[in-house]
């Protein structure tokens, strides 16, 4: 079984800013993805950003970015310039590669950032 | 286009009544999901339909149940339900080409239900 470990509960930043949150996982899987989602107050859950695993290349979208430490377990998100409306609970998680099949998503905990204007 | 649309919103019902959530999507996609909420928690997956297969995720009590009538609409049927089933209940959907691996899951608002 994979886990998602978050290990901020919660993080308060100025407008701005830049910060990173924190995520580990263990699985004995070689092929996943991994995901950044999103929950803001309406408790919309939405896609930030996805890492899949074979690829090196750290993902990247706009303001967002990850650093992937496949060997170590290390999934982190980085926000830079941060806004107002960045003030969410994040979640990380973690998908198993199914060939022609479907598996479900494991959630970290969360983190709830706060952007502080 | 990655909407997921859910009904209805909000809903409150008694132990003994039998209500149903619809989750719908015209994304072609061919897996949908069931996902449980509670408030401060991170979502638990309780039901995945892939190709209109079901995967149960035996935690899961029997006063849910799911049935997918198509590819693009899945319902949760339930009954009989107790006051610590009241949570936001989320559908999700991903593309699954055949031979390949399943992309992203896009989710739906949610149907916030309470238990009395």
């Known amino acids: 079984a994979q886990t998602v470990t978050q290990s901020q509960p919660e993080m308060s930043v100025q407008e701005a800013e830049t910060v990173t949150l924190s995520c580990t996982y263990d699985t004995s899987e070689s092929n996943y993805y991994l995901f950044w989602y999103k929950q803001p107050p309406s408790r919309q859950m939405i896609l930030v950003i996805r890492q899949e695993a074979y690829k090196q290349q750290n993902a990247t979208e706009n303001r967002f970015s990850v650093n992937f430490q496949k060997a170590a377990k290390s999934f982190s998100l980085k926000i830079s310039d941060s806004q107002l409306g960045d003030t969410a609970m994040y979640f990380c998680a973690f998908m198993m590669l199914i060939g022609g099949g479907a598996d479900g998503l494991t959630f970290g905990k969360g983190t709830h950032l706060i952007i502080q204007p | 286009d990655t909407e997921v649309t859910q009904t209805p919103k909000h809903l409150v019902m008694g132990m003994t009544n039998k209500k149903s959530l619809k989750c719908e999507q015209h994304?072609?996609?061919?897996?949908m999901y069931w996902y449980k909420q509670k408030a401060k928690k991170p979502p638990e997956l309780m039901f995945v339909y892939s190709y209109e297969k079901l995967s149960i995720n035996e935690s899961v009590p029997s006063r849910f149940s799911p049935e997918c009538p198509n590819s693009s609409l899945l319902n949760l049927h339930l009954h009989a339900l107790q006051p610590e089933d009241s949570a936001l209940y989320l559908c999700a959907s991903s593309q699954v080409s055949t031979g390949a691996y399943q992309e992203t899951q896009y989710f739906g608002p949610g149907t916030r239900l309470l238990v009395l």
């Open positions: 994304m072609g996609h061919r897996a």
